[in-house]
């Protein structure tokens, strides 16, 4: 995922591993921005979406990491980044309704198995990158400009 | 079945239809119209498949359903069976300029009373978008 043009904005949230009253600050701040940039409220909303059920996963699963954001005049991109544990199978993990998240998560409306599923939904690209001991990168694009346009 | 169509209601008169108080959002009961809700424990299903300044029915009470709402756009919240939040809920709600709702009737009742009102469901509205620029999820897509 190669992008040439010259970054609009790029902001580093970090979200820290079962923060759960702080789960939801960075996407918050994501739609913020991206209204302040004049991008369209359907395009923040989406980009917003996929940023939160990111956010979820790395308070729920990970270890720790960030969201970065990027902007450029082409398109939003959203990195969530963390330090593990990494995800044996990626592909099953991306499967509706399949879940490792506990009763405490589940009791808040999440870990039924539909983040991931709904970060690719809200994207035009998705790319996800795991290792078990390293850690997972999970990037969400969603186009300002349509080809062509 | 077909499907009613969709009519706009003013946020108070949704609290008075199910009998409500108002939480959070006083100043928007009167200038705030309603065309959509939905009914929904499950966040994710919120954040997919819920419209744009849709109504959120739902029986969680957490801090997570405020963001929820901010993040997907939506334009209020109804707790229903007489669930009642937290302040960090509160809070939050009143930081972010969410209207809060609170009814004892339980989900089915409350939701059943607001599509008798007029009040239209997401599909209805994703049947009314199809062959326009929307999707079924709502999201524009290129």
């Known amino acids: ?149 | 079945m077909p499907l009613m169509e969709a009519k706009p209601v003013k946020l108070e008169d949704i609290a008075k239809l199910i009998d409500a108080d108002v939480l959070s959002g006083e100043d928007k009961l009167s200038t705030l119209d309603v065309c959509t809700a939905c009914g929904a424990d499950l966040m994710s299903d919120v954040l997919a498949f819920c419209h744009e300044r849709t109504l959120l029915l739902t029986g969680l009470a957490s801090p997570q359903v405020v963001r929820s709402a901010e993040v997907a756009g939506l334009s209020g919240i109804v707790f229903v069976r007489g669930k009642k939040p937290g302040e960090d809920v509160l809070e939050l709600a009143e930081m972010l300029g969410i209207p809060l709702l609170a009814t004892d009737f339980p989900m089915f009742e409350a939701c059943g009373m607001l599509y008798a009102a007029g009040i239209g469901g997401t599909y209805q509205l994703s049947q009314t978008d199809r062959g326009s620029t929307g999707n079924a999820s709502g999201e524009t897509r290129p």
Do not use: W
């Open chain 1, 1 to 149: 995922m190669t992008c040439t043009d010259e970054p609009v904005l790029e902001m580093e949230f970090a979200v820290a591993r079962h923060d759960f009253a702080a789960a939801g600050e960075a996407a918050s701040r994501v739609k913020q921005v991206l209204r302040q940039l004049g991008i369209a409220s359907h395009l923040a909303r989406r980009a917003a979406v996929a940023a939160y059920e990111a956010e979820m996963n790395l308070v729920i699963h990970s270890h720790g990491g960030k969201i970065v954001l990027r902007v450029d005049s082409e398109r939003i991109t959203l990195a969530a980044r963390d330090s593990g544990p990494g995800i044996p199978d990626t592909e099953l993990a991306m499967r509706e309704g399949y879940s490792t998240a506990s009763d405490e998560v589940r009791e808040m409306g999440f870990g039924a198995g539909m983040g991931l599923p709904n970060i690719r939904r809200c994207s035009d690209c998705f790319e996800i990158d795991s290792t078990v001991g390293r850690g997972t990168t999970v990037t969400a694009v969603v186009n300002i400009a349509r080809p062509g346009s």
